[in-house]
């Protein structure tokens, strides 16, 4: 089974509106993380928000929120008030295993599109 | 804080020549360093997962004498691609886990490397 799954290759959003992005996780370690990165098509990654498992709280990190289903194993991200510059790849990836032995593995990506 | 470079930004070499790229951790310490490859459209792949003054570990199917992986100090990881071929041509990306024990990795720019 894939470990992330994220199932929309592209989406569109008109500006200052909200998009969720989609993101599904499959685990058996009872202890991981789950991060959202930004590529823009410069390439660099940049982390955008973290939810950890045991965290009892949906992260927030300004217009980026996570809506985390733990039962449901869904990581979703909520972008509000959608900017031009957020035209990017998002990828979702989870961290399982700790300190230097943890591996992350990264979903396929969705292209977000901001039309003005 | 947390900042990862990687030099060179981008590079392009003959069939049959060894590239070396660095990973730098510029404001902190990195027991680990990770170096993903990123193929044109798909997600990261992990290639190595890299502790420093001991040998890389591998993930399936990635050759560990065509990708040597040096991690001699703390700040410091390097990738070689040793006889490079055109399908060796990707975006490869370092990360970097800080000793002082977050599990967050810190990504650098990326390399972007064209074998001719």
């Known amino acids: 089974a894939q470990k992330i799954t994220q199932t929309q290759p592209g989406m569109f959003v008109q500006e200052k509106e909200a998009v969720t992005l989609d993101c599904t996780y499959d685990?058996?370690?009872?202890?991981?993380?789950l991060f959202w990165y930004k590529q823009p098509s410069s390439g660099e990654m940049i982390f955008l928000i973290y939810?950890?498992?045991?965290?009892?709280q949906n992260a927030t990190e300004g217009r980026y929120s996570l809506n985390f289903q733990k039962a449901r194993k869904s990581a979703n991200l909520v972008i509000s008030a959608s900017q031009l510059g957020d035209s990017a790849m998002y990828f979702c990836?989870?961290?399982?295993?700790?300190?230097?032995?943890?591996?992350?593995?990264f979903g396929i990506g969705t292209k977000l599109q901001v039309i003005p | 804080g947390a900042v990862v470079s990687q030099h060179p930004s981008w590079v392009i070499c003959k069939s049959g020549t060894s590239v070396k790229i660095e990973c730098r951790s510029l404001d902190f310490q990195a027991t680990t360093m990770f170096w993903y490859r990123q193929f044109p459209k798909q997600s990261l792949m992990l290639m190595a997962t890299s502790n420093e003054g001991s040998k890389a570990t591998y993930e399936q199917g990635v050759e560990k004498d065509k990708f040597l992986i040096n991690h001699a100090s703390l700040t410091l990881s390097t990738l070689t691609v040793t006889s490079a071929h055109p399908e060796d041509s990707s975006f490869y990306i370092c990360?970097?886990?800080?000793?002082?024990?977050?599990?967050?990795?810190?990504f650098g720019p990326g390399t972007r490397l064209t074998v001719l």
């Open positions: 939810q950890g498992s045991y965290d009892q």
């Open positions: 685990t058996s370690d009872p202890s991981y993380g």
């Open positions: 990836a989870m961290r399982e295993g700790i300190g230097g032995y943890q591996k992350v593995t």
């Open positions: 990360s970097a886990l800080p000793a002082s024990g977050s599990d967050e990795q810190f």
